[in-house]
């Protein structure tokens, strides 16, 4: 199936890591999104990372990717008030009838407290 | 580029009415997709499209829907007549033909309150 799942709540301390956690279902899966909602906007891409690779870091993200346990997540380094949005995991397969097509899990909220 | 551009950003209507809204895809995008946003479903995809043909529309929850994009510049997705329950956030997003990822841009999304 394309089943994508994520914790609904995480609420930090400004300045702390914060770790979003995703669980996906399909093996075949070519690529996994991190997106990223701010209150009344679309969504925006904030990193993706091919299938096989493990690790990609870009400044303060990092995302790490266990295929064998099928299990994404999203480390956010010195957090910030600015980054409480909702962030959406997702997958793609890019063949046949699903080409094109991405899964989305129901999003994390992260709360930064001051 | 102005991005995917959507409208109207927000719309009030009754139910029973008919409600359109519009999409403008980011220029040289082959795939537009249409989803809907509640709270209680999470993001959930409704149709989308490659070059101007819909290739899935099995998340259209009804006959109540239908999307058409008569060129690569413009997309509708139309409701009628409209629920209730039909309340939510509707995103347009398109994606470039040539990035190996998936990566989808997203509209701002058009905000449907129906009474």
């Known amino acids: 199936g394309e089943d994508v799942e994520q914790s609904l709540f995480l609420s930090v301390r400004e300045g702390d890591s914060s770790v979003i956690n995703c669980t996906y279902t399909d093996s075949s899966s070519t690529y996994l999104y991190w997106y990223k909602q701010e209150p009344g906007a679309g969504l925006q891409l904030l990193t993706y990372?091919?299938?096989?690779?493990d690790m990609k870091q870009d400044q303060r993200l990092t995302v790490l990717l266990n295929k064998k346990d099928k299990h994404l997540s999203l480390r956010i380094a010195d957090t910030q008030t600015g980054d409480s949005a909702i962030y959406f995991c997702?997958?793609?397969?890019?063949?046949?009838?699903?080409?094109?097509?991405?899964?989305f899990g129901r999003g994390t909220q992260l709360t930064v407290w001051p | 580029d102005a991005g995917v551009i959507q409208s109207p950003r927000h719309e009030v209507t009754e139910m029973g009415q008919e409600v359109t809204l519009r999409c403008k895809p980011i220029s040289g995008h082959d795939y537009l997709f249409w989803y809907r946003q509640t709270m209680m479903r999470g993001l959930e995809l409704l149709i989308y499209?490659?070059?101007?043909?819909?290739?899935?529309d099995s998340g259209m929850p009804e006959d109540r829907f239908s999307a058409k994009m008569p060129n690569a510049s413009f997309s509708t997705l139309k409701i009628q007549p409209s629920e209730p329950r039909d309340s939510a956030v509707y995103f347009c997003?398109?994606?470039?033909?040539?990035?190996?990822?998936?990566?989808?841009?997203f509209g701002a999304g058009s905000r449907l309150t129906v009474l």
């Open positions: 997702a997958e793609s397969k890019d063949r046949g009838s699903t080409l094109g097509r991405l899964y």
């Open positions: 997003a398109s994606r470039a033909r040539s990035s190996g990822a998936n990566v989808l841009t």
């Open positions: 990372i091919f299938s096989n690779m």
């Open positions: 499209f490659n070059n101007n043909v819909p290739i899935d």
